[in-house]
Every structure is written in C-alpha cells, then in structure tokens.
C-alpha cells in the first residue's frame, strides 16, 4: 500500500509535510480534503477523529502531527537528504527550531486568520494586532540567529525548514517582514527557491482567493 497523505494544498502545516516528501522524492498519494471528495473526508475522520490534518497513512498505520510524521518518514522511508541529523545535539537544535516556527511564527498567522474568520471587524483587527506583536519578536530573534546560515540550522536543508517555509510564507503575508531584517528576508527568498517549497507553493495557488487577509500579488 503505497504512502497516503490528507490534508489540503493551501494548509501550511499540509505542505510542511509534503516539502519533506518531496525533498526525498517519496512516492505518496495525496487525498485532499475539501468539499468535492466527501469520501476523503469520511476516511480521514475515521482514521483520525480529532479532525486535525495532515494525516499519513503507512501501510494501514496513522500518523499525525507534522513533526512526528516527518520523523516517521526518516524512520521508515529513508532517502538522500537527511531531515533529522544523526548528531544528537545537532538533532535537539533542529527539533527546537521546527517548534520554534510551529509555536511563534505560524500560530500567530493562524490566530490573525482565525479572527478574520468570524467577519467580525474588532475581532480581525485584534487578531492582525496580536499576530504582529508575536511575528516582530519572531523576527527579530531570527534575524540575529540566522546570521552566516544558508538553512535554518547551518548548511544543511533540514526538518526545521520545512517548518520555516509555509511559516514565514503565510507570515509576510500577514505581517510583512520589514526591510530591517535582510537577513530573514533573504531566508524567506531562498526557501521560496527551492524546488520541494515551490511545488508545494505552485499546487496551492488557485485557492488563494480564499485568504481571508487578502493574498498579496507576489510570491
């Protein structure tokens, strides 16, 4: 039985984990989850009933939580780049960073476009509010920490970037990272380079329209 994957193109944390299946070329099929596959959706619920995705299925085995999906890939289906170092301390660091932007770049995105959700004027504008004042210290605390790194934790491409590239996508687009953090800036750029995030970036692009915040005209 070949890898399945549920979830939706435009979810961040969705394309967390495809960025990893892609980086290793690792056959998969994806069933999307959205109104025109109710049989999808009734899988995905039986198999996962807190309702969150993405969901792997390996070989009849559910998986969950990105990170400890893309841990399980490294286990199970191994390929040429390595996602978690063998070094243990190099593989705390990467595990602390793939938490760092889950926790304090993409959860303020998802509070400000939760907010947004409920049409309620106050409630979008508290939401934007909050969002940036979490997203400034996030960046200011990157822009330090990325100094002389190519990826997140050095040279090597790692779980931790898969993280960071949806993360700080969907971030700029609700708090624009400013000119002030060229060096973030310039990470976001190369992330949005690279072949695994761009197809990933690419096969979400019709659903755009449905940013509730408004999609920029870039990226």
Not at 52 to 67: A, G, H
Not at 130 to 150: G, I, M, Q
Not at 168 to 179: H, K, M, N, S
Request: glycine residues 4%; hydrophobic residues 45%.
């Amino acid at each position: 039985m070949p890898l399945a994957l549920y979830g939706h193109p435009f979810s961040s944390y969705t394309q967390k984990v495809l960025i990893a299946l892609y980086e290793n070329d690792l056959p998969f099929e994806f069933r999307s989850l959205g109104p025109d596959t109710p049989q999808h959706a009734a899988e995905w619920q039986r198999r996962w009933p807190l309702r969150k995705f993405p969901l792997l299925v390996d070989d009849d085995r559910n998986v969950v939580e990105t990170s400890i999906i893309i841990e399980h890939l490294q286990l199970q289906h191994p390929g040429p780049v390595r996602l978690i170092p063998t070094d243990a301390a190099a593989a705390l660091e990467t595990r602390f960073l793939d938490r760092f932007f889950d926790l304090h770049v993409m959860s303020p995105v998802q509070h400000a476009v939760g907010e947004a959700l409920t049409g309620i004027a106050e409630k979008k504008e508290e939401g934007l509010a909050y969002a940036a004042s979490k997203l400034e210290a996030a960046y200011a605390w990157l822009e330090e920490y990325l100094v002389d790194r190519t990826w997140a934790t050095g040279q090597d491409f790692s779980m931790a970037d898969c993280a960071a590239a949806p993360a700080l996508f969907y971030a700029d687009w609700v708090f624009p990272i400013a000119e002030r953090f060229p060096v973030l800036r310039a990470y976001r750029a190369r992330l949005l380079a690279r072949p695994s995030f761009a197809r990933a970036v690419d096969e979400a692009r019709y659903f755009r329209p449905y940013f509730p915040l408004g999609a920029p005209d870039r990226d």
